[in-house]
C-alpha cells in the first residue's frame, strides 16, 4: 500500500480547505481573547478557555501550570517515537486603551491585545484541531505550548527553567508571529539573529518639592528628567558609531499629582535595544553614569535599575533553512522571503532558541498600524493560514 506521506506536497491545501471550513471557530477563539485581555502572569481566563478548546479535541493531553500558573501545555502524540516538535503562542495582552472601534473591542480598561496575541492563541488551536484529525500522517509529538507573560516579563524564561524541553523531549520550537508593514500573507524569517538583545531599565529622580510659584525653593525633577531625556538621546546619536544598531527609548514618565505642585520625584521607564552584547555592556554603562552625572549637575540624586532582560532570538540555521523550504511549498515562491537583516523588537523566545534548534517566522498582515498601538488589528482572514501552516510544519518537518 501507498505510504499516506508520500503525497505531503498535497497537504497544504487540504489543511488550508479544512481550516477554512471551521474558520468561524478560531475567528470566535480569536474575538474572546481579544475582548477579555489579561496582562502578564494574570492570564487567567484566558487560560481557562483555551484549557476548555484544548480538552474538548480529541486525543490531546492537556497540562494546567507548568511552570507558571497561567501556563497551559498540549500534548499530542506522546507515545510517537522521536523528539517533539514545539508549537508555541503568547498569552498576555499590553496596558493600553484600545481606540480599534472593533465590536469585540476591549472590554477591559486600559488592557489590550496590541500585538496580536489573540491571533497567536487562536491560529495555534486550529492548528491543533487539524493535526489531532491526521494522527494517521505525525511521525513525532506536537507540543501546543501557550505561554504568558512574553511582554517584557519573559514567560519563556519560568518555562524553560522549570525544563519544559526536556520534560516533553522538545527537538525543535517553532514561533509564529503575525507583523504589520511586511505584505499581505507572506512569509518572512532568517537563519542566525532576527531580534535585538531587550534591556529595559528605570530612573527614579529625587528633588525636592514645592510650589509651582517657587520654582527657587524647591528642585524641580521634572525638568530634570527633560535634560535626562536629551542626555540619553545623545548618547545613541553622539556616542555611537551610525553603522551600529542602538535604540535608547523612553516610554513611561511619572510625577506629580497636581499642576501647581512641583514634585518631589520624577520616574523614567524605558527600553535598550541592540545586536552587540559589548556595545550593550558600553551603553548600560553610559547610561548609568549619565543619568547621576545629569542629576547631579541641578543639585538632585537619582537612582537607575536596570535589568537584561532578552537575550536576541537566534534561529538555528539547519531548521530555518527547512522552514524556509516548505514555506516555498506552502506559499509560494513568491510569497516566501529570508528578511534581510534582524529587528530590534525583543523577543521571549530567545530563551527557546538558548535551548534547542529554534525558528522564529513573521507573517505579513500589511496593517497600516504597527504593534503596540492602540489601533492595530489582525486581518482575521489570516487565521486559517496560519492555523493551516503551522500545523503543515508539524506534520512535514
Same mark, same amino acid.
Given at each position: 500500500?501507498?505510504?499516506?506521506?508520500?503525497?505531503?506536497? #498535497?497537504?497544504?491545501?487540504?489543511?488550508?480547505?479544512?481550516?477554512?471550513?471551521?474558520? $468561524?471557530?478560531?475567528?470566535?477563539?480569536?474575538?474572546?481573547?481579544? @475582548?477579555?485581555?489579561?496582562?502578564?502572569?494574570?492570564?487567567?481566563?484566558?487560560?481557562?478557555?483555551?484549557? @476548555? *478548546?484544548?480538552?474538548?479535541?480529541?486525543?490531546?493531553?492537556?497540562?494546567?501550570?507548568?511552570?507558571?500558573? #497561567? +501556563?497551559?501545555?498540549?500534548?499530542?502524540?506522546?507515545?510517537?517515537?522521536?523528539?517533539?516538535?514545539?508549537?508555541?503562542?503568547?498569552?498576555?495582552?499590553?496596558?493600553?486603551?484600545? $481606540?480599534?472601534?472593533?465590536?469585540?473591542?476591549?472590554?477591559?480598561?486600559?488592557?489590550?491585545?496590541?500585538?496580536?496575541?489573540?491571533?497567536?492563541?487562536?491560529?495555534?488551536?486550529?492548528?491543533?484541531?487539524?493535526?489531532?484529525?491526521?494522527?494517521?500522517?505525525?511521525?513525532?509529538?506536537?507540543?501546543?505550548?501557550? @505561554?504568558?507573560?512574553?511582554?517584557?516579563?519573559?514567560?519563556? &524564561?519560568?518555562?524553560? $527553567?522549570?525544563?519544559?524541553?526536556?520534560?516533553?523531549?522538545?527537538?525543535? /520550537?517553532?514561533?509564529?508571529?503575525?507583523?504589520?508593514?511586511?505584505?499581505?500573507? #507572506?512569509?518572512? #524569517?532568517?537563519?542566525?539573529?532576527?531580534?535585538?538583545?531587550?534591556?529595559?531599565?528605570?530612573?527614579? *529622580?529625587?528633588?525636592?518639592?514645592?510650589?509651582?510659584?517657587?520654582?527657587?525653593?524647591?528642585?524641580?525633577?521634572?525638568?530634570?528628567?527633560?535634560?535626562?531625556?536629551? +542626555?540619553?538621546?545623545?548618547?545613541?546619536?553622539?556616542?555611537?558609531?551610525?553603522?551600529?544598531?542602538?535604540?535608547?527609548?523612553?516610554?513611561?514618565?511619572?510625577?506629580?499629582?497636581?499642576?501647581? /505642585?512641583?514634585?518631589? &520625584?520624577?520616574?523614567?521607564?524605558?527600553?535598550?535595544?541592540?545586536?552587540?552584547?559589548?556595545?550593550?555592556?558600553?551603553?548600560?554603562? &553610559?547610561? $548609568?553614569? +549619565? /543619568?547621576?552625572?545629569?542629576?547631579?549637575?541641578?543639585?538632585?540624586?537619582?537612582?537607575?535599575?536596570?535589568?537584561?532582560?532578552?537575550?536576541?532570538?537566534?534561529?538555528?540555521?539547519?531548521?530555518?533553512?527547512?522552514?524556509?523550504?516548505?514555506? &516555498?511549498?506552502?506559499?509560494?515562491?513568491?510569497?516566501?522571503?529570508?528578511?534581510?537583516?534582524?529587528?530590534?523588537?525583543?523577543?521571549?523566545?530567545?530563551?527557546?532558541?538558548?535551548?534547542?534548534?529554534?525558528?522564529?517566522?513573521?507573517?505579513?498582515?500589511?496593517?497600516?498600524?504597527?504593534?503596540?498601538?492602540?489601533?492595530?488589528?489582525?486581518?482575521?482572514?489570516?487565521?486559517?493560514?496560519?492555523?493551516?501552516? @503551522?500545523?503543515?510544519?508539524?506534520?512535514?518537518?
Amino acid at each position: 500500500m501507498k505510504d499516506q506521506r508520500e503525497d505531503w506536497l #498535497t497537504w497544504g491545501p487540504h489543511l488550508l480547505a479544512e481550516a477554512e471550513s471551521f474558520g $468561524e471557530d478560531i475567528i470566535a477563539w480569536r474575538r474572546e481573547f481579544h @475582548q477579555f485581555p489579561e496582562l502578564a502572569y494574570e492570564e487567567n481566563v484566558t487560560a481557562s478557555r483555551v484549557v @476548555q *478548546i484544548l480538552s474538548s479535541i480529541e486525543g490531546i493531553r492537556v497540562i494546567q501550570g507548568f511552570g507558571v500558573p #497561567t +501556563a497551559v501545555v498540549g500534548v499530542l502524540g506522546e507515545n510517537l517515537p522521536g523528539g517533539a516538535t514545539m508549537l508555541r503562542a503568547d498569552m498576555d495582552a499590553l496596558a493600553l486603551d484600545e $481606540e480599534t472601534g472593533l465590536s469585540f473591542s476591549s472590554c477591559i480598561p486600559g488592557i489590550m491585545h496590541a500585538c496580536g496575541h489573540d491571533a497567536h492563541m487562536a491560529s495555534l488551536l486550529g492548528a491543533a484541531e487539524l493535526l489531532a484529525s491526521r494522527m494517521d500522517l505525525l511521525r513525532n509529538p506536537v507540543v501546543f505550548v501557550f @505561554q504568558p507573560a512574553e511582554e517584557g516579563k519573559g514567560g519563556a &524564561r519560568a518555562l524553560t $527553567e522549570a525544563g519544559i524541553i526536556g520534560k516533553f523531549g522538545i527537538e525543535r /520550537v517553532l514561533g509564529l508571529h503575525f507583523w504589520p508593514k511586511l505584505p499581505y500573507g #507572506t512569509l518572512f #524569517t532568517r537563519p542566525g539573529p532576527i531580534t535585538a538583545l531587550s534591556d529595559r531599565f528605570h530612573v527614579e *529622580i529625587q528633588g525636592a518639592a514645592c510650589h509651582a510659584a517657587s520654582p527657587h525653593m524647591g528642585v524641580d525633577p521634572i525638568a530634570i528628567a527633560a535634560h535626562v531625556l536629551l +542626555a540619553l538621546q545623545h548618547l545613541t546619536s553622539r556616542e555611537v558609531d551610525p553603522l551600529d544598531s542602538v535604540v535608547i527609548s523612553v516610554g513611561q514618565i511619572e510625577a506629580g499629582d497636581a499642576y501647581n /505642585v512641583i514634585p518631589e &520625584r520624577a520616574h523614567l521607564w524605558g527600553t535598550l535595544r541592540t545586536f552587540d552584547p559589548a556595545l550593550r555592556d558600553r551603553m548600560q554603562k &553610559r547610561l $548609568e553614569g +549619565a /543619568v547621576v552625572d545629569v542629576c547631579r549637575a541641578f543639585l538632585s540624586t537619582a537612582g537607575v535599575e536596570y535589568v537584561r532582560n532578552y537575550p536576541p532570538v537566534s534561529n538555528d540555521g539547519e531548521l530555518t533553512r527547512q522552514v524556509l523550504e516548505l514555506s &516555498r511549498h506552502f506559499f509560494g515562491v513568491e510569497e516566501t522571503h529570508v528578511l534581510d537583516r534582524p529587528l530590534l523588537a525583543g523577543e521571549d523566545f530567545s530563551f527557546y532558541s538558548l535551548e534547542c534548534p529554534s525558528n522564529f517566522m513573521l507573517l505579513g498582515t500589511g496593517a497600516e498600524y504597527g504593534l503596540h498601538h492602540p489601533k492595530y488589528d489582525v486581518p482575521e482572514e489570516l487565521l486559517h493560514l496560519a492555523s493551516a501552516w @503551522q500545523a503543515f510544519l508539524a506534520l512535514t518537518l
